[in-house]
């Protein structure tokens, strides 16, 4: 994990939050490639679930949202973690994350473990972000950041059932922040207090829930083997009812190989009724299916629910690679060229012969409206690989001395090295052919 977040900051993917100000524990800004993989990835997932199909619709709901909404939930009682405060050491820990936490007196032990350790009884503590509606600073004004998208979809059904002229089974997505407050983040962006999540509730006559729920599960794994995950690094986990959350039926976590172990990738769940029933009844408005012939019924949901924060980093870490070249160090990230930030790189060879580079200018121009491609004629050309290489740029064209006798270009491959030339007027159809290839990653 050391060297991935290396990567990210040296090739300015991701930076630590406020920096100069000393940081703010486990709170990261994007710098350009991490913007770029964020947004690649939400369209990706934007495409699979919405756009290419006809039973999935989009929506965007508020961050703050009436705080009645998370009463119903179950968020307010429920959404907690259970706490111990040392009276010594005035640290706090996770009740059931003891055997991982370390002690504030020194020699470090777990909390607990050293004699002047006193450990309060273990209390909750709930994980959503508090904040005010309003001028007034009072109990009525009291709101919460958003910790989860999907109860901004719950609240829409109704809108949605009645505009988008869809019948169960139907699903409505939604990406965007979610916050928590939660107790021990960290191990980079795996667990943050802030994340993007991309959630989809899809509902279905409650008799079908169990097929969808399958199907779901199958789904998301084969969306995760398409964006370039290994398969070796990818597993699906059925929770047990212990383990369970309250308004769930059954649930899987796709369990991604991580440096830190085997941990939930995303969250396939079976939330059967549980949502719509619990806002028909704080809320009034009754949020059911009425079938043509009158009979009515609360549909069951399946949710898939993941972060682009998780994605990003199991792309990092499935991606990340480092070979010797001609005896040199080489690092590469050999992420799937669908997912690559930038998707090619147009070199000229002489950064000082103006003839090379107004023809890398001019094939830059051609290709830059239709992908993300970086122009860059800074410094030797071994550099500029090696730069290209560690954003997992997955083509690079170089304008060379031939380029100028016959309108040709090499095309570097990213991972095999290897390369071969091409007329400069083919390139853009040749990278369009190339980005739609079936890929697998060389990695074993
Ligand atoms: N609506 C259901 C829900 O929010 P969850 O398991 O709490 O369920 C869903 O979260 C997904 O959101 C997880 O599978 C994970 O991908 C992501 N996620 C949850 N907490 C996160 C955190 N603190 N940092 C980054 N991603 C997180």
């Known amino acids: 994990m050391d060297k991935i977040v290396s990567l990210c900051r040296r090739r300015g993917f991701v930076f630590p939050s406020s920096e100069i100000?000393?940081?703010?524990?486990?709170?990261?800004?994007?710098?350009h490639y991490g913007v770029l993989l964020k947004n690649t990835i939400r369209s990706l997932w934007f495409r699979a679930m919405v756009q290419e199909r006809e039973d999935i619709v989009a929506i965007d709901s508020a961050v703050i949202l009436n705080p009645r909404v998370w009463e119903a939930s179950g968020h307010v009682s429920v959404f907690a973690d259970p706490l111990v405060d040392c009276r010594t050491c005035?640290?706090?820990?996770?009740?059931?994350?003891?055997?991982?936490?370390?002690?504030?007196r020194k020699p470090?032990?777990?909390?607990?473990?050293?004699?002047?350790c006193d450990l309060t009884e273990a209390r909750?503590?709930?994980?959503?972000?508090?904040?005010?509606?309003?001028?007034?600073?009072?109990?009525?004004?009291?709101?919460?950041?958003?910790?989860?998208?999907?109860?901004?979809?719950?609240?829409?059904?109704?809108?949605?059932?009645?505009?988008?002229?869809?019948k169960p089974p139907f699903g409505i997505a939604q990406t965007g922040k979610s916050f928590r407050n939660e107790i021990t983040p960290g191990n980079f962006l795996f667990r943050v207090r802030e994340f993007e999540q991309m959630e989809m509730e899809y509902f279905v006559p409650p008799d079908e829930a169990p097929r969808w729920y399958e199907y779901w599960v199958e789904q998301r794994l084969?969306?995760?083997?398409?964006i370039g995950l290994r398969d070796a690094n990818l597993r699906v986990r059925e929770h047990d009812a212990a383990e369970r959350s309250h308004y769930s039926s059954a649930t899987s976590d796709i369990e991604?190989?991580?440096?830190?172990?085997?941990?939930?990738?995303?969250?396939?769940?079976?939330?059967?009724?549980?949502?719509?029933?619990?806002?028909?009844?704080?809320?009034g408005t009754k949020l059911e299916w009425i079938e043509?012939?009158?009979?009515?019924?609360?549909?069951?949901v399946i949710e898939p629910a993941v972060s682009i924060e998780r994605i990003f980093v199991a792309l990092m870490v499935d991606a990340y690679d480092e070979e010797v070249v001609a005896e040199r160090d080489r690092t590469v990230l050999r992420l799937h060229p669908a997912v690559a930030p930038v998707k090619a790189a147009i070199l000229p060879l002489v950064p000082r012969d103006g003839a090379m580079v107004e023809k890398?200018?001019?094939?830059?121009?051609?290709?830059r409206g239709k992908h993300v491609v970086e122009y860059d004629d800074g410094g030797q050309i071994g550099r500029r690989y090696r730069r290209q290489d560690e954003i997992g740029t997955p083509f690079a064209f170089t304008i060379d001395e031939q380029t100028l006798e016959d309108d040709t270009v090499t095309v570097r491959d990213r991972d095999s090295l290897a390369q071969e030339r091409l007329p400069i007027g083919g390139v853009r159809a040749w990278l369009e052919e190339a980005l739609a290839k079936p890929w697998r990653t060389p990695k074993a």
């Open 21 to 31: 100000y000393g940081g703010l524990g486990s709170t990261y800004d994007y710098g």
């Open 90 to 104: 005035k640290l706090r820990f996770r009740a059931d994350q003891l055997g991982h936490a370390s002690c504030g």
């Open 108 to 116: 470090s032990k777990r909390p607990g473990e050293t004699p002047d």
């Open 124 to 166: 909750p503590f709930n994980l959503m972000f508090k904040t005010q509606v309003g001028a007034l600073e009072d109990e009525s004004s009291t709101a919460f950041l958003r910790p989860e998208t999907a109860q901004g979809i719950f609240i829409n059904f109704k809108n949605v059932a009645q505009l988008a002229r869809r």
């Open 222 to 226: 084969d969306w995760h083997r398409g």
């Open 256 to 283: 991604y190989r991580y440096p830190i172990g085997w941990q939930e990738l995303e969250g396939v769940a079976n939330r059967g009724d549980y949502d719509l029933t619990q806002h028909s009844q704080f809320s």
């Open 292 to 300: 043509q012939d009158g009979t009515r019924y609360v549909p069951y």
């Open 360 to 367: 890398a200018r001019g094939l830059f121009e051609e290709l």
